[in-house]
Nanobody
């Protein structure tokens, strides 16, 4: 069973940057799309970004487009989320998730994902 571990969260001032990593176990990680979601206190979990299994297709929520970049290194079984120009409203627990079906597509709906990490906290101060 695949395990996903997020890292790279922390406290940063508004305008700053962080890079989140999602490291996965298993030899078939490269067969699946991967997404990042986030959940702020008192709010529902929301889609942030997704990358196709081969890395050629990228998808972003409107709220992060132009500021966040998702990428993957299948040789390292790792997906990244580079977050620039951070805003206080980006404060949330960030989760990575592996797609439910090999070769995709998994995009912006939670039900398209079958394995989730434990999350990493991102806090942006004003």
């Amino acid at each position: 069973q695949v395990q996903l571990v997020e890292s790279g969260g922390g406290l940063v001032q508004a305008g700053g940057s962080l890079r989140l990593s999602c490291a996965a176990s298993g030899r078939t990680f490269s067969y699946y799309d991967v997404g990042w979601f986030r959940q702020a206190p008192g709010k529902e979990r929301e889609f942030v970004a997704a990358v196709s299994w081969g890395g050629g297709a990228l998808f972003y929520a409107d709220s992060v487009k132009g500021r966040f970049t998702i990428s993957r290194d299948n040789a390292k079984n790792t997906v990244y989320l580079q977050m620039n120009s951070l805003k206080p409203e980006d404060t949330a627990v960030y989760y990575c998730a592996r797609g439910r079906t090999a070769w995709g597509p998994s995009r912006d709906r939670e039900e398209e994902y079958a394995a989730w990490g434990q999350g990493t906290q991102v806090t942006v101060s004003s």
